[in-house]
């Protein structure tokens, strides 16, 4: 599989994944299971579960991918310069 589109379908799959959490906290919220929400939030905030970061150097190329609210930075001396 091509490298790029391993990346994509890792990430589509991962953010398939967050959708289906969300509709199932959204449904939960409407149905009034507050305190059921609650226990999961505080299961959930132990780990994480929003930003995904990947670099990937092959030679001399580098991929970059993300999903959610982060980015990456790639810097050069050491971190004066940003590439």
Do not use: P, W
């Amino acid at each position: 599989m091509e490298i790029k589109s391993a990346i994509q379908k890792g990430f589509s799959r991962a953010e398939k994944e967050i959708e289906k959490k969300l509709k199932y906290f959204t449904r939960e919220l409407e149905l009034g299971n507050s305190e059921k929400m609650r226990a999961i939030a505080k299961s959930y905030s132990k780990v994480g579960l929003s930003t995904a970061i990947l670099v990937l150097i092959i030679q001399d190329t580098c991929y970059v991918a993300n999903i959610g609210d982060s980015r990456a930075i790639i810097s050069a001396n050491s971190g004066h310069s940003l590439i």
